[in-house]
């Protein structure tokens, strides 16, 4: 019988945190992981003008952005679906409300966004510490990794660090153990932010 895991997040914070304090981007992959972070900072204005409305951090939203929609702007926050219909994928049907601007324009990306991120109640959160964001990340993208595949930490947040070589899902439900993802995962995002924006997050 399988022991039962935790997940939540009074349990894992020190996990997080423990992570987070040996975690290292990989030097090969430190320029890709710059350039990226420079494009997050430049869109800056756009995640903020969310960030006013629902009150998550800009930051937060941006690199959610590269995970899901490599920082497109024509594609939902949900899961890089195009925003000229409702999402296809994981999650399905989204959003319920039709285009404010109606269907022949589609979403635009801040209803989208909003959509997305309420959807996984990040206006309600309370805690924004840094191990309190890991957690809310990696259950955006989906506990599967530490429910099925405990020995393989989530690339979402780890790809790119000393912490993650291979295993992955290649879509929803569809394992792959010697599947590499190629993503630079957002704690190597955030390592950058964090020092490059003078970002003020409680770490430990």
Request: glycine share 4%.
């Amino acid at each position: 019988m399988t022991a039962q895991i935790s997940l939540r997040l009074r349990d894992l914070k020190p996990e997080y945190q423990r992570l987070w304090n040996i975690c290292q981007i990989k030097p090969e992959k430190l320029n890709q992981a710059q350039d990226i972070v420079a494009q997050i900072s430049s869109y800056r204005r756009r995640y903020r003008a969310v960030q006013r409305q629902i009150n998550v951090p800009w930051y937060f939203i941006g690199v959610i952005h590269n995970m899901e929609s490599s920082l497109k702007f024509t594609r939902h926050l949900h899961n890089g679906n195009s925003l000229k219909k409702r999402t296809v994928n994981v999650p399905s049907g989204r959003p319920i409300a039709e285009p404010i601007k109606g269907w022949e324009e589609g979403y635009t990306w801040e209803e989208s966004a909003i959509d997305a991120l309420t959807l996984k109640d990040f206006d309600k959160v309370k805690d924004w510490s840094l191990a309190a964001q890991l957690w809310q990340l990696e259950r955006y993208n989906g506990f599967g990794y530490r429910m099925y595949h405990p020995e393989v930490l989530s690339p979402y947040l780890w790809s790119a660090t000393n912490l993650y070589t291979q295993g992955k899902y290649t879509s929803d439900g569809k394992w792959d153990a010697n599947a590499v993802s190629e993503q630079i995962g957002v704690v190597a995002l955030l390592k950058i932010l964090i020092e490059e924006e003078n970002l003020q997050i409680q770490i430990a």
